[in-house]
């Protein structure tokens, strides 16, 4: 049997699961990839050669995995974020394409204008710490802190910086450390999915994602809420705010901002031009 034979069954397997074909073609030769060790290019050249005896064995453990729902990033334990690959598990939320955009506005940030001293930055509710990282190697120069209330979440995240080589401060708390300095920057995939949405979303986020990463009472906004009014007391006078937030939620979170004493700035849309960072600033 060829590898190729052997992603062909396994895509098979997930199609009678309720897969629709290319879903499982795609989740059968990512699964199979992975445990081959292979990119995109070996598995162009290779995948028409005689297949690893115990291949098939190994896949139809992982497809059966993913036949449950169980994401391919919990099963692979990695997820590619802003062009390098982070380990992830059951403990974290996976990241996702349209969390870049809340990075390439942080990095716009810094790179706005001069500070004296090193800009201290604050990642609140790191998970994986995909955003923490990604900025600490982006701007080396910065003092990157890193929260979170899992510790589970923050073994993940320390992990991480560990094995990208990223200066990274960790701390277990709910959002802002309890360190001496005011922060010029504030950054937060915070949850924001309301209790009445938890139905609609997919069953692979729903039944395995971190549920504390995920929602944040009736609307959504109580985890906003509270940031906006913690980063109110905790920015210097010029740092910015910036959270991701859902669809349709630009209007609320605005008036959060607003509220907080904060001055709203702007919204910045995703690559699907879905309204997705919010940007506040310190009066």
Not at 134 to 140: F, G, S
């Amino acid at each position: 049997m060829t590898v190729y034979e052997c992603a062909r069954d396994a895509a098979g397997v997930l199609v009678r699961a309720g897969f629709t074909p290319d879903e499982a073609r795609q989740d059968a030769s990512v699964l199979a990839r992975h445990l081959l060790g292979w990119t995109m290019t070996t598995w162009a050249a290779g995948s028409r050669d005689v297949a690893p005896g115990d291949l098939a064995e190994r896949l139809a453990a992982a497809v059966q995995r993913r036949a449950t729902r169980e994401p391919v990033a919990y099963i692979t334990g990695v997820r590619e974020f802003y062009g390098r690959d982070f380990s992830v598990t059951p403990a974290v939320l996976i990241p996702r394409p349209e969390t870049e955009a809340l990075v390439e506005r942080a990095l716009a940030e810094l790179s706005a204008a001069p500070r004296p001293g090193a800009p201290v930055v604050v990642d609140v509710g790191t998970g994986s710490g995909c955003i923490a990282v990604t900025i600490a190697l982006a701007h080396p120069g910065a003092r990157v802190i890193a929260t979170d209330v899992s510790a589970a979440a923050l073994e993940v995240a320390k992990e991480n910086a560990r094995r990208l080589g990223a200066a990274v401060e960790f701390v277990e708390t709910s959002l802002l450390p309890a360190v001496p300095a005011a922060f010029d920057i504030i950054v937060s995939n915070p949850p924001y999915v309301s209790a009445a949405d938890r139905a609609s979303l997919p069953p692979d986020v729903r039944h395995f994602e971190p549920e504390q990463a995920l929602f944040a009472g009736e609307d959504g906004t109580a985890v906003i809420r509270g940031l906006a009014a913690a980063s109110r007391e905790r920015l210097r006078r010029g740092g910015s705010l910036l959270m991701e937030i859902g669809h349709g939620q630009s209007a609320a979170v605005r008036a959060i901002i607003e509220s907080s004493g904060l001055a709203p700035d702007r919204i910045v849309p995703d690559l699907q031009g879905i309204p997705r960072v919010a940007v506040a600033r310190q009066p």
